[in-house]
């Protein structure tokens, strides 16, 4: 059971494509971090997601065969959108009933009492707490609603790292008490790593990677060796990122054939930082039609 | 078996809906302050109305009519009348004007914002995402904010009509409202809803509160202009014509939007569109024609019995009158406010599609 399926997905605001041939699935259950840089696209695909926007081409589903924003997908699609907006003129007590009121399931207790925990009063003005109280208010707000999918845009790009902390301590607090899949955009890598099982890295409009994280880290080796022998692992993996420093050569290569050993280099499990950056700074060059990697050839050379 | 299965697979309560008492609940939160400040400005504009009409002087106003001093009597007391009620129409003067431009300010600081705020703050990503749906959730809010324009202005069209009804009878008031068929309560509202839904639309499509503002306020003036500009022509084109007496108003258009009172001229009760010079036959005069007219019918010196129509007669001139029958009256407001009616539609549904549309 996938929570979202896209295939082939596209959306052009006049005549530029934000999104293209977008394809990727999202199980159930897991909690799914979409990493690019600016402009990648990646506000774009959540606001398809939501039902904010309607893709220009290609097909999007939810929950196995729900179109996004429809009554289904609305009712089990929890969202934080970029910088968490809210009335700023209501009240905290008034914000939550409005909540309360547009949505047919909404646990007020939930929010009260997680509000009671950060210490943010209901007759406090929304337009007055901190960015960090705010993003909570609309993180409480969504998962009040009792999402089976929650979608948050950027949570953190306006948070101190102690309210990042604390954000999403609670986004996996809500995950771990059952039943909650996550889709959430980053660019705090730190943090996407100590959350995420599953990795989406977009690049102008594409899908670079995607899949469980534990696969994409067992799918990729750091190699240490000669310089002089980059070309004898090209012919054996996809090189995706290359450092040099004279005659000493580290490699980020994508193992299709894990039981070839290359004598002299020293092979390693990347991290999760290492393989994002690595997609990313290979988005920089002309972008694959498809999520599915090139042949084996070395992308960028230093 | 089939059927059990899969309502057994479907998420419970998967059909039930957001109700209508909970989104209109909503949209009060969320738009209280305006709402209220409608409320206060309805009530401010009546409050205003009653006071002028409670302070104008009606035993004037009646002796004036009595006498016939508003359709050219010469009894001496109509200069007494005159004077005492020419402060009154002065204040009602100003009520009119400040009720005349309200659907226009309902349409910029009502309308205008109501879409295009949520955009430029970003808010809609949090509405538009709640079970209840954008579409739903923004006709909600629309209708709300129509139900409270349509009935508070409507009420202030009654107050009007009501306070203009004397004025009227006095013929001392143009304002396109003959007192016999008074549709105040329910032009004003056509033109205030109009306006809210201009301004929903402009606010969807622009996403900017000032910006939105700014063009809904040319949209409406324009709209406004267009209407006096070709309403005329239009309410004479339904109406019919007549030679007339003199008006007692001079030349052109000064017995406007009048109820007629010369039996001689159209039907009685008919409402005067327009008064003008031409040849017996209709036909249009020259500017030295009509400089010869007014130097004959309008002389500083003329004798106390100088009858104007025998004058044109013998010049082959005539006074001709537009009017509109009263029984034409009611379909004329319908057919005019149908047009209204579907531009207020096509504006909400646009609005509404052009938000749908992401």
């Known amino acids: 059971m996938t929570v979202l399926e896209a295939q082939d997905l596209g959306k052009r605001f006049g005549r530029t494509w934000a999104l293209r041939e977008c394809s990727l699935s999202i199980p159930k259950g897991c909690t799914a971090a979409l990493v690019g840089p600016n402009g990648a696209g990646k506000t774009t695909l959540i606001n398809c997601v939501v039902g904010l926007s309607q893709p220009t081409e290609g097909s999007l589903r939810v929950f196995g065969d729900v179109a996004p924003g429809s009554h289904q997908a609305l009712r089990s699609i929890g969202f934080v959108a970029q910088d968490a907006p809210l009335y700023g003129h209501l009240r905290v007590g008034a914000m939550i009933e409005v909540a309360e009121r547009l949505n047919q399931s909404f646990d007020v207790s939930l929010v009260q009492r997680r509000l009671q925990e950060l210490g943010i009063r209901s007759d406090h003005r929304v337009g007055s707490l901190s960015g960090g109280q705010h993003a909570q208010l609309a993180l409480s707000l969504a998962l009040a609603r009792g999402p089976e999918l929650l979608v948050l845009d950027e949570p953190l790009a306006r948070l101190d790292p102690l309210a990042r902390h604390q954000f999403m301590a609670e986004v996996m607090a809500a995950v771990a008490d059952g039943g909650l899949s996550v889709l959430f955009s980053s660019h705090v890598i730190a943090e996407l790593e100590r959350v995420a099982d599953h990795l989406i890295v977009l690049s102008h409009g594409s899908v670079r990677v995607a899949g469980a994280v534990d696969d994409l880290l067992a799918g990729h080796r750091i190699l240490e060796g000669p310089a002089a022998d980059i070309d004898v692992v090209g012919r054996h993996h996809q090189v995706l990122d290359v450092e040099s420093a004279g005659r000493f050569a580290r490699l980020l290569v994508r193992s299709e054939s894990p039981g070839v050993e290359l004598s002299n280099w020293e092979s390693a499990v990347p991290s999760v930082e290492e393989l994002v950056l690595a997609y990313l700074k290979e988005g920089e060059a002309p972008a694959s039609p498809r999520a599915e990697v090139p042949p084996l050839q070395i992308v960028k050379t230093p | 078996m089939t059927a059990t299965l899969a309502s057994l697979a479907a998420p419970p309560n998967i059909k039930s809906r957001v109700l209508l008492r909970d989104v209109v609940r909503a949209t009060w939160v969320l738009h ?271 004798p106390v019995d100088f009858d104007p129509t025998q004058w044109l007669t013998i010049h082959h001139f005539a006074y001709w009158v537009a009017y509109q029958p009263s029984s034409s009256f009611w379909p004329f407001q319908i057919a005019l406010l149908v047009p209204l009616a579907l531009l207020t539609a096509a504006a909400s549904l646009v609005a509404v599609h052009h938000l749908r549309r992401g």
């Open chain 2, 32 to 302: 209280r302050t305006m709402f209220v400040s409608v409320f206060l400005v309805m009530v401010g504009a009546g409050a205003a109305i009653l006071v002028g009409h409670a302070s104008s002087s009606r035993t004037s106003l009646s002796g004036f009519i009595q006498h016939g001093c508003a359709f050219g009597a010469q009894v001496g007391a109509c200069d007494r009348y005159r004077k005492a009620i020419a402060s009154d129409v002065v204040v009602f003067h100003g009520i009119v004007i400040a009720i005349s431009v309200l659907p226009i300010l309902i349409g910029v600081f009502v309308g205008a914002p109501l879409l295009s705020r949520e955009r430029e703050s970003g808010t809609f990503r949090f509405a538009w995402t709640q079970e209840v749906g954008r579409s739903r959730l923004t006709w909600v809010q629309l209708a709300a904010v129509v139900a409270i324009v349509a009935v508070g202005t409507s009420a202030l069209g009654a107050l009007l009509g009501s306070y203009s009804h004397g004025l009227e009878m006095a013929n001392l008031d143009s304002r396109w409202e003959p007192g016999l068929f008074d549709a105040t309560w329910l032009t004003l509202p056509a033109f205030s809803v109009l306006a809210v839904a201009t301004g929903a639309l402009v606010g969807a499509a622009i996403g900017r509160v000032v910006a939105a503002m700014a063009v809904t306020a040319a949209v409406l003036a324009g709209l406004v202009l267009g209407f006096f500009l070709f309403l005329e022509h239009l309410v004479i084109g339904v109406g019919g014509l007549a030679t007339s007496r003199l008006s007692p108003y001079g030349l052109g258009v000064g017995s406007l939007g009048l109820p007629s009172a010369d039996a001689s001229s159209s039907p009685q009760g008919s409402w005067l569109i327009r008064g003008w010079f031409g040849s017996v036959d209709g036909g249009a005069i020259s500017a030295a024609a009509r400089r010869t007219i007014e130097g004959g019918v309008y002389a500083n010196n003329l």
